[in-house]
């Protein structure tokens, strides 16, 4: 387990390099490079820019350039926002919660219905169900987010008045009831492309377990067909979704950006565009920065899980 | 020569493409088909629509502002600005279906480079090339594209550009692995024994064996990219108005979305109908071509 654990470390590691430096190859791609804020302020001559430039250590080589930023991104030091000067870090901090919450109660409603979906097809297989729920996957897929949140706020919010069109609580409420009634039309919108993905990894792998020998032993022993997916199949079935959940996690993080667009929902997507439309570049290079560290993350701890649930993997 | 003496020479049964156990075995599957009829119909009506239609994408009516659908010739209604919703969805198709198509050649040749290379040469270069294409995926691709495109002056070509850069990943991956399980068969030995360069062997040889998964994941690669488009243009850094492509006549929809509906649902529908047919079709192609991909 120590060995896998540290070899899974490791390539983390290396990716976690190979991010930094696309992450720094897209700032410097910025017209200006990170100056260019400076070059827009009424007044600014090009000595005053170079002067700036040399205080910043842009005059120096690139790769000194890199080396130092990634310095201070590992010292926790990612810069301040040119909106209001606060510490990159802090701000993106105060806005996890939000994007968290959404991403989660959309994920565990994903792969509930996903799950059941995914079983149901692949043990019904070629049925009705099973035919529906293919195709509709795919339509499920092409369906662009955003115009399903609009959809979703015209039909539920507009014209039904059953839920509110946006923003995480209502002012001067705040209760968990009223969070929840918040909740429900982004992360149902956010779990759509997912169920679609998630159902369709369930019937795969469900039916590659069912057709296994343990499986047939189990319905020849006598035991109901119940028991044999409940006890035997789906257990089993589950193990690569653990992966797949981690391998899942930036799509459902770019999901969130355009879902939290929709609904006004403060996190991170919402303080992405935010920072794009006032060219906030730090908070931008931030939060991209930190997306990524966060899908690495989520993909370890993915892989780790799997290790420790399947000794065939750590022992292996 | 008289010509009732000629016998008509022996031809193959198989003879044109059109004519082979993969065409036939597309032809028969459904969803494909109707995807198909879809994409043709699709593109017939965004390259003949506007000649047929009364109004200018561009024409504003200040006192048809609104209008819904069906109003007289408006037949999917008009703007906030009065101008025709159908001449600006035709319009729009163009741009959107020609970024998705643009988007998709280039990232196939973006990811069939990279792929063949890392498959070809393996060992510690093909690692790398792989670790790096690991590393762009650690990217939600929807956070790359908005921060290229805001560092970046949008046009409808660099919008290309940019989509094709953070989508080549899935094919690479894909090329990659077919490469590498064929670099060992008998021919690609031959062919170096013949003295053949790397390169030569790399894109006539191993190359055209690998052409099915790429022809499948390219086909979902225009899905995937007319999606991109339409995601970045409706959050306002894609294809800039006036300029109409089918994100960003979604743009401005939310705030009039009680008043009228139908600025969200008509391009709406038009995405996802053009989005599904890529998808049908790709499927198509994959039990057509027999591709095994483990993906859906």
């Known amino acids: ?316 | 020569m008289s010509s009732a003496t000629l016998v008509p020479p022996a031809r193959p049964v198989s003879n044109h493409w059109w004519q082979s156990r993969t065409a036939r075995r597309f032809a028969r599957h459904h969803l494909a088909m109707l995807g198909v009829f879809m994409i043709v119909i699709l593109t017939l009506a965004c390259v003949f629509g506007p000649y047929l239609l009364p109004y200018d994408e561009l024409y504003i009516d200040l006192r048809a502002r609104f209008a819904p659908p069906l109003t007289g010739y408006h037949i999917f209604g008009t703007d906030p600005l009065g101008r025709d919703i159908a001449a600006r969805l035709f319009n729009a198709g163009r741009i959107s279906l020609l970024v998705g198509f643009f988007a998709m050649l280039l990232s196939t040749a973006i990811g069939t480079v990279i792929g063949v290379t890392a498959g070809y040469y393996g060992g510690r270069v093909g690692a790398a090339l792989m670790r790096f294409v690991d590393a762009f995926l650690s990217f939600p691709s929807i956070f790359l594209l908005l921060a290229l495109a805001a560092f970046i002056k949008p046009s409808p070509f660099m919008i290309t550009v940019i989509i094709a850069v953070t989508s080549w990943m899935e094919i690479a991956r894909i090329v990659e692995a077919e490469v590498r399980s064929l670099r060992e068969r008998d021919f690609v030995l031959a062919a170096r024994m013949l003295g053949l360069s790397n390169s030569r062997i790399m894109f006539r040889e191993l190359l055209p064996n690998a052409i099915g998964p790429i022809i499948v994941a390219a086909t979902l690669t225009v899905a995937r990219a007319i999606l991109l488009e339409a995601y970045v243009s409706f959050l306002g850094y894609g294809i800039q108005p006036p300029l109409p492509s089918w994100g960003n006549m979604l743009n401005g929809a939310q705030q009039y979305l009680d008043k009228a509906p139908w600025l969200a649902i008509v391009p709406g529908i038009a995405i996802t109908l053009a989005v599904t047919s890529f998808n049908f079709i790709g499927d198509g192609l994959r039990d057509a071509l027999d591709a095994r991909s483990d993906l859906h």
């Open chain 1, 1 to 316: 387990m120590m060995r896998y654990l540290m070899s899974r470390l490791w390539q983390s590691l290396v990716l976690l390099l190979l991010v930094s430096m696309i992450g720094f190859a897209v700032l410097n791609l910025a017209p200006g490079g990170p100056l260019s804020q400076y070059a827009l302020t009424p007044g600014m001559t090009q000595e005053a820019l170079d002067r700036i430039a040399r205080q910043m250590g842009l005059d120096r080589p690139l790769p000194i350039q890199y080396l130092d930023w990634l310095w201070h991104l590992l010292q926790g030091d990612w810069g301040r926002s040119y909106r209001d000067s606060q510490p990159v870090l802090g701000i993106i901090g105060g806005h996890l919660f939000a994007t968290l919450l959404l991403m989660g109660t959309s994920t565990a409603l994903s792969i509930a219905i996903g799950t059941w979906i995914g079983i149901k097809g692949a043990t019904k297989r070629y049925s009705i169900f099973d035919y529906t729920a293919t195709v509709g996957a795919m339509v499920a897929l092409s369906i662009p987010t955003f115009w399903f949140g609009l959809v979703a706020i015209y039909v539920f919010a507009l014209k039904l008045k059953w839920l509110p069109a946006g923003n995480m609580y209502t002012i001067g409420d705040g209760s968990i009831g009223d969070y929840a009634i918040h909740l429900i039309m982004p992360s149902v919108v956010l779990a759509l492309v997912n169920v679609a993905v998630w159902s369709r990894y369930m019937r795969t792998a469900t039916l590659d377990v069912i057709n296994q020998d343990f499986v047939r032993t189990a319905r020849a022993k006598g035991l109901s067909q119940r028991r044999v997916l409940m006890k035997h199949v789906i257990g089993n079935a589950l193990l690569p979704m653990i992966t797949l959940a981690g391998l899942q996690l930036p799509t459902i993080l770019g999901g969130a950006l355009v879902t939290e667009t929709v609904f006004t929902w403060p996190g991170m997507g919402r303080l992405f565009l935010d920072s794009l439309g006032y060219n906030d570049y730090p908070v931008i290079m931030g939060l991209l920065m930190f997306s990524a560290i966060l899908v690495l993350i989520g993909n370890l701890c993915a892989d780790l899980l799997v290790a420790f649930v399947d000794p065939r993997i750590r022992l292996g």
